[in-house]
T-cell receptor, first 116, second 118 residues
Framework: AQSVSQHNHHVILSEAASLELGCNYS??????LFWYVQYPGQHLQLLLK??????LVKGIKGFEAEFIKSKFSFNLRKPSVQWSDTAEYFC??????????????FGKGTKLSVKP | GAVVSQHPSWVICKSGTSVKIECRSL??????MFWYRQFPKQSLMLMAT?????????EQGVEKDKFLINHASLTLSTLTVTSAHPEDSSFYIC??????????????FGPGTRLLVL
């Protein structure tokens, strides 16, 4: 079965540190890729997405992610984190079958705690 | 724009009772809404896809008679957990897609409803 793996359950960083959260998926076909963020007490929000084109995508709040097809990966990065980035981050994959879109498959999430 | 609300935000009920959760798109019309379930430290699991004016499409393993979904209008979908049991305790999240575009591209999430069945 198709799955999405997020390797880190909980990441703790100091402010200004660089961030990279891993995401891998298991599906050999065409995919759309997403990162969602859930701040404490808030709902899921779209951080960035990849459909096609430049594999390096930029999202809100200085986040970016790179799609590496050969590695089935879509890692999330930020050069310098802030305390306000403390949240849970979910990677999600949308599998495309013959041009139609399947449903979103989510990873288990990575909790990021940034120490001031 | 593109705000999705859920009501109630949390509910506690006795075993055997039914609980209805509402999902509303506040400032747009959603032809498709999705219902997810999230267990602690687990990923969101899609339960069903709700299409306005038609029957919901349930994911494998999700009991249709247990989780009744109604999408009677373009701004409201409801999930009713019938004869709830403690194992149904979970966090239920809905999302809605904007019409006119790829559903997954424009999917917006509600804040979730925490259900505790005693």
């Amino acid at each position: 079965a198709q799955s999405v793996s997020q390797h880190n359950h909980h990441v703790i960083l100091s402010e200004a540190a660089s961030l990279e959260l891993g995401c891998n998926y298991s599906y050999g076909g065409t995919v759309n890729l997403f990162w969602y963020v859930q701040y404490p007490g808030q709902h899921l929000q779209l951080l960035l997405k990849y459909f096609s084109g430049d594999p390096l995508v930029k999202g809100i709040k200085g986040f970016e992610a790179e799609f590496i097809k050969s590695k089935f990966s879509f890692n999330l990065r930020k050069p310098s984190v802030q305390w306000s980035d403390t949240a849970e981050y979910f990677c999600a994959v949308n599998l495309l079958y013959g041009g139609s879109q399947g449903n979103l498959i989510f990873g288990k999430g990575t909790k990021l705690s940034v120490k001031p | 724009g593109a705000v999705v609300s859920q009501h109630p935000s949390w509910v506690i009920c006795k075993s055997g009772t039914s609980v209805k959760i509402e999902c509303r798109s506040l400032d747009f019309q959603a032809t498709t809404m999705f219902w997810y379930r999230q267990f602690p430290k687990q990923s969101l699991m899609l339960m069903a896809t709700s299409n306005e004016g038609s029957k919901a499409t349930y994911e494998q393993g999700v009991e249709k008679d247990k989780f009744l979904i109604n999408h009677a209008s373009l701004t409201l979908s409801t999930l009713t957990v019938t004869s709830a049991h403690p194992e149904d305790s979970s966090f239920y999240i809905c999302s809605a897609g904007l019409p006119g575009g790829a559903v997954q591209e424009t999917q917006y999430f509600g804040p979730g409803t925490r259900l505790l069945v005693l």
